[in-house]
């Protein structure tokens, strides 16, 4: 039976080709995110060791005294060990500015790392920066840069104090991305001793870095080591154990991106399996003649079934082969361009290849296939050998079975249904974020599935309203084409399932990301209304005693004004006062609290904010005060404070004077999350406490076509150049920060896009696997319309018709179900927290649409070519 079987696979070999590609994408797709996770393990692994130079046995521990570093460098299999202490520091170049660790050089030349340019410090007063410090920073070797750090005083106070260096060096990339401790600036112990905080027993280290004689092992090592240690508090571990503890605690976030990737190959797995399975189906309903003769001259229902699942697992295993071997190849080809792209010396030469990457495919690959046959292989047994030799007439679609599928599909949709409805009220009531979503994950799992159950039920009725629309307006080819494509039920639900699997997933995801980007769109213009913001910060309310706001220059100001790309500023000017809330009496508590009072024009305010609802009760005689020190002035909206002036304290003084020689009013309170950390006030209002109030700084909007990362650097440079160079004016805003999140949104949905589009070919494959099967199945049908008169051309629009109807309502039930999807989805994350914006991103929607009609008509060019070269009669009389 085997060498029969091997021969059916033989003479029907094109026929299994579409099966076969379609597992062939699936295992290649597997194979490809199960390697993924060893290339990243191996990166962090790399880049940790990268950092700690020849290192052979790393002490870990947080206060390792100095003379613990005496002991270690005392024991005779020790060649060399030097300590790393950290010490924060903020490298300034003008504008620019970068927060930092800095650690001292090893005195060990085998423990220090590769430099890519210039040479180590050989005084104090130089540094080595990593080269993504550099790059941030714009530095060379041989640029000054200054250094800030603060300092612990004799009177028990923080001083910042800065000192400025020369980059000596420039480091290779350290890999701090992937190890909090590892430094990105490296100088003389000294000035690494000036810039820490050591305690009254002077510098201890956090870790201790040990190279070992050539004679002695690394495990040895540890064990020479271990003892001089007894009474610190210290892990002892070999260089590849510290790596590895890193790495796990570095990749347990790469494990659920693993999960995700293996959920989308599983979606792939499963659109693979309906495409195999409506290949055997349609191959033994074509092979009943054959089937049948093998049935009369001797061979049992089991071998007709073994025989059937054989071929099954022979096209899954070599196809599987081929995916994996597709899988090593994209792996290994995207590691060599990373190499090439990066340059970095912790990436992986080669993928490495665990035993699981291999089986995993090839199993799931092949079981995927046998497990998809198993229906065609049983209807394979079921007709007898004589009543076999007659043609089957196609299914009925109303059937008993078809009503138990209904009686499942209704229940399991209505049970999703009610689990997404209640996940999304649980995450609006205030319920846990956790257990909101796994409620709606649920129902969206239970609510799909009613959907995949109920294909046969669903797709059918979608197609025939289709047809029945093409039919109107395509003449008689549209005709046939809506009769033929649910003349098969099963077979045209099966087709169209896969396909709306990929694009509920696809439409969903595009959802989702428009609604979440809305979402936070709406949320940052709520908190952070300013695209770009100049000046120093506000001091919290209660640092430190009433002195004057940090000035802000002209020249500083009007050149940030004239950035290519900004369309309005407004000015803002400001004091330091004390605001009290009125009547509340003399507590210490409620006496006042030192606040910056900003104030600037309302009506130029509202033309540079994003969200004019922050500042609109902005008016003469209202104060608007910032949510997040409203709690700490203890007022709410429709409160009145008072707002002082002065050098002191003021106690309750009338308007216009609080008898100190300052001066105070009192204010209406509108609370609101407005764009700064002060009380914002009109511009008459804050005349009234200071007639010389200093510009403190400036709110600029952009365009909505400007780049914000451009806009905020050219205004970076412009104002440094304005101020000089011994003077740093921050420049910050939301544009920045709403720009990120945009592109990491975007390229979140492009990758999990490209993910499921492997779910969409596949299904794609399905389509034309399918219309190809129908034509070789139809050929004497065919041929009929053809003497009856039906054109070549003809022929083939109906064929395309059929492609695009099917592909079509695929592709729209996909949609309608990925709009649920993706509102419901994003109202359960996000509505624990925001109010959510739900959003139809109808361009992509249109695409997917577009896309959906250009698969059918693809997949439909060769089967209604290869039916419109048959002669009429030859077609009549093949078998």
Known sequence: MLRTTVRQMRAHLGRLIAAGVAITIASAFVTATLLSTGVIERTVHNAVLTAYGGADVIVDGPDIPADALDDVRSIPEVAGADGRVMAPVTLRTGARSDYQAAAPIPGTPELQIELSDGAFPDQPGEIVVSEPTAKRLDLDVGSSVQVGFDSWTPDGGWAEESTTVTVSGISVDPGAAFDSDIPGVLADVADVRDWSTPGDDGMTYEKLMVVGDANVSDAELVERVRP????????????????????????????????????????????????ISNTFAVLVAQRTRNLALLRCVGATRRQVHRGVLAEATLTGAV?????????????QAAVAVLNQVSGASWLPDSVPVP????????????????????????????????????????????????????????????????????GTVMA??????????ATGMLGGAVSFLGVVVGAVVIVPPAVAALGRLFARVGGVPARMAAANSVRHPRR??????????????????SVGAASTQAT????????????ISVGQ??????????????????????AAGGISGVTGMVALHGVRATVAPVGAGETAETAGTDVSVHGL??????????????????????????????????????????????????????????????????????????????????EQDLWALDTQPPLTRVWLGLSETADPGVVIRDVQDAVSLAVGSDQSVPVDGAAAERAEISDVLDTMLAVVTGLLAVAVLIALIGVSNTLSLSVIERTRESATMRALGLTRRQLRSMLALEGVLVALAGAILGIGLGLVYGWLGTATTLGAVWETQLTVPWARLAAIVVIAILAGLVASALPGRRAAKAAPVAALAAE
């Open 355 to 422: 035993l699981i990457a291999v089986v995993v495919p090839l199993v799931t690959g092949t079981g995927v296939t046998v497990l998809a046959a198993l229906s065609p292989a049983r209807a394979a047994t079921r007709v007898a050998p004589l009543a076999a030799l007659r043609p089957l007439l196609p299914p009925a679609f109303r059937s008993k079975a078809s009503r138990r599928r209904i009686a499942i599909t209704t229940a399991l949709l209505l049970t999703g249904g009610a689990l997404l409805a209640l």
């Open 601 to 682: 024009d309302p009506d130029a305010a509202r033309r540079v904010v994003r969200s004019e609802s922050s500042l609109s009760e902005l008016a003469s005689g209202t104060a608007v005060v910032p949510t997040s020190i409203a709690d700490d002035l203890r007022v709410s909206t429709g409160d009145t404070i008072t707002v002082s002036s002065g050098d002191t304290r003021g106690s309750g003084g009338t308007a216009g004077t609080d008898g100190t020689g300052g001066s105070s009013i009192e204010l209406d309170v509108a609370v609101a999350p407005v764009p700064d950390s002060a009380v914002l006030v009109t």
């Open 428 to 437: 609006s009531g205030g319920a846990s974020v956790g257990l909101a979503l």
């Open 520 to 531: 936070l769109d709406d949320e940052l213009d709520q908190r952070y209304a300013v695209d």
């Open 492 to 509: 045209t639900a099966s087709t169209a399932a896969a396909l709306l699997i990929g694009v509920t997933l696809v439409a969903m995801m």
């Open 228 to 275: 001089a240690l007894d009474q610190v508090n210290a892990e002892v571990l070999t260089a590849d154990e510290y790596a590895r503890e890193v790495t796990a605690e570095f990749t347990s976030g790469t494990y659920l991106l693993s999960a995700v990737l293996a959920g989308f190959g599983a979606v792939a797995l499963f659109a693979a399996g309906m495409v």
């Open 319 to 331: 196809a599987s082969l081929l995916g994996l071997g597709a899988g090593l190849g994209l792996a």
């Open 537 to 558: 910060e506000p001091v919290w309310p209660g640092m430190g005693e009433l002195r004057a706001e940090p000035e802000l220059s002209r020249a500083a100001a009007e």
